[in-house]
């Protein structure tokens, strides 16, 4: 499927109570072209940060941006956000979809280049660097179905090769909700999708001309209760969901139950705090009486 440099593209971003990273986002991608921008706000601050932003996204409508506010009411989670999101951002029937992290950038003339990596694949990515102008690295990755360890690039067969939630260039044929799967709130979604699209023989396309600038961190603090919970919680789900035989899945819970306290010591020294440790018990804990809490932090 041939998709021009020229396509209607519509925008979608979680924003998370950072109101003014999320309008530089949204700035990066109308400068780049994009007039349709979807917002879900996941802030759970009863709509301040977004009505924030409301007067200079009116202001954007101008210059002929059509822009639209989710408002769950609620921190829905990643997956739960995007696919909300998408529902809303095909139905302005574009022939692709942008799917960016609210504190990242677009980089000039990164749009029309990963509409032509559609070419190649139905899902493109592009390079990323930090803000602080940082060599540029893959946004894929590399994750170990036994283990639950994040490796190398060209790592063996008993590894996920997935994309990235961080921005996705996605054609509408697959831009369809759900995407990603909603039994993960904050982190392993993206590892799941890449699993799925392994399994659907769906490949995905690395874009070397596009970059967006990433400055990390915009949703959730490393080392926080909310980080910790959710990173282990996603561990835990991945061992069940990669898992092909129930013999695979049995030896990928064993191997976390060694990964996963290893990697919470080695945090609690780094952050000099048991958070970690209190994270991964939580979770652990919440999945073996199958609850989910999300631990959304109070709005200041």
């Given at each position: 499927?041939?998709?021009?440099?020229s396509?209607?593209?519509?925008?979608?971003?979680?924003?998370f109570?950072t109101?003014?990273?999320?309008?530089?986002?949204?700035?990066?991608?109308v400068?780049?072209?994009?007039?349709?921008v979807?917002?879900?706000?996941?802030?759970?601050?009863?709509?301040?940060?977004?009505?924030?932003?409301?007067?200079?996204?009116?202001?954007?409508?101008?210059?002929?941006?059509?822009?639209?506010?989710?408002?769950?009411?609620?921190?829905?989670?990643?997956?739960r956000?995007?696919?909300?999101g998408?529902?809303?951002?095909v139905?302005?029937?574009?022939?692709?979809?942008?799917?960016?992290?609210?504190?990242?950038?677009?980089?000039?003339?990164?749009?029309?280049?990963?509409?032509r990596?559609?070419?190649?694949?139905?899902?493109?990515?592009p390079?990323?660097?930090?803000?602080?102008?940082?060599?540029?690295?893959?946004?894929?990755?590399?994750?170990h179905?036994?283990?639950?360890?994040?490796?190398?690039?060209?790592?063996?067969?008993?590894?996920?090769?997935?994309?990235?939630?961080?921005c996705?260039?996605?054609?509408?044929?697959?831009?369809?909700?759900?995407?990603?799967?909603?039994?993960?709130?904050?982190?392993?979604?993206?590892?799941?999708?890449?699993h799925?699209?392994?399994?659907?023989?769906?490949?995905?396309?690395?874009?070397?001309?596009?970059?967006?600038?990433?400055?990390?961190?915009?949703?959730?603090?490393?080392g926080?209760l909310f980080?910790?919970?959710?990173?282990?919680?996603?561990?835990w789900?991945l061992?069940?969901?990669?898992?092909?035989?129930?013999?695979?899945?049995?030896?990928?819970?064993?191997?976390?139950?060694?990964?996963?306290?290893?990697?919470?010591?080695?945090?609690?020294?780094?952050?000099?705090s048991?958070?970690?440790?209190?994270?991964?018990?939580?979770?652990?804990?919440?999945?073996?009486?199958?609850?989910?809490?999300?631990?959304?932090?109070?709005a200041a």
């Amino acid at each position: 499927m041939h998709i021009e440099a020229s396509a209607n593209v519509g925008g979608l971003v979680l924003h998370f109570r950072t109101d003014m990273q999320t309008m530089e986002c949204v700035r990066s991608m109308v400068d780049e072209g994009i007039r349709i921008v979807v917002i879900v706000d996941n802030s759970n601050d009863e709509g301040r940060s977004a009505g924030r932003m409301r007067p200079a996204l009116e202001r954007m409508s101008g210059i002929g941006l059509v822009f639209e506010i989710v408002s769950p009411g609620r921190n829905l989670g990643f997956a739960r956000g995007v696919n909300a999101g998408l529902m809303r951002v095909v139905a302005y029937r574009p022939d692709a979809v942008l799917l960016i992290n609210s504190d990242a950038k677009l980089e000039s003339g990164s749009l029309a280049n990963l509409l032509r990596a559609l070419d190649r694949a139905p899902l493109a990515i592009p390079q990323v660097r930090g803000a602080a102008g940082a060599a540029e690295g893959s946004l894929s990755g590399w994750y170990h179905r036994a283990s639950g360890l994040q490796l190398g690039a060209g790592s063996s067969s008993h590894c996920v090769h997935y994309p990235s939630g961080c921005c996705l260039m996605l054609r509408t044929d697959i831009a369809r909700a759900p995407l990603l799967d909603e039994d993960f709130f904050f982190y392993g979604e993206d590892v799941e999708l890449g699993h799925e699209l392994g399994v659907r023989g769906i490949g995905f396309a690395e874009c070397s001309d596009a970059v967006i600038i990433h400055a990390g961190a915009g949703s959730a603090r490393n080392g926080s209760l909310f980080y910790e919970y959710h990173i282990n919680r996603g561990h835990w789900l991945l061992a069940v969901k990669l898992a092909g035989r129930p013999l695979e899945r049995v030896l990928y819970i064993a191997l976390r139950c060694v990964t996963l306290p290893l990697r919470a010591s080695i945090r609690c020294l780094r952050f000099r705090s048991l958070t970690p440790w209190r994270g991964l018990a939580a979770a652990s804990l919440d999945l073996i009486r199958g609850r989910c809490r999300d631990l959304t932090p109070p709005a200041a």
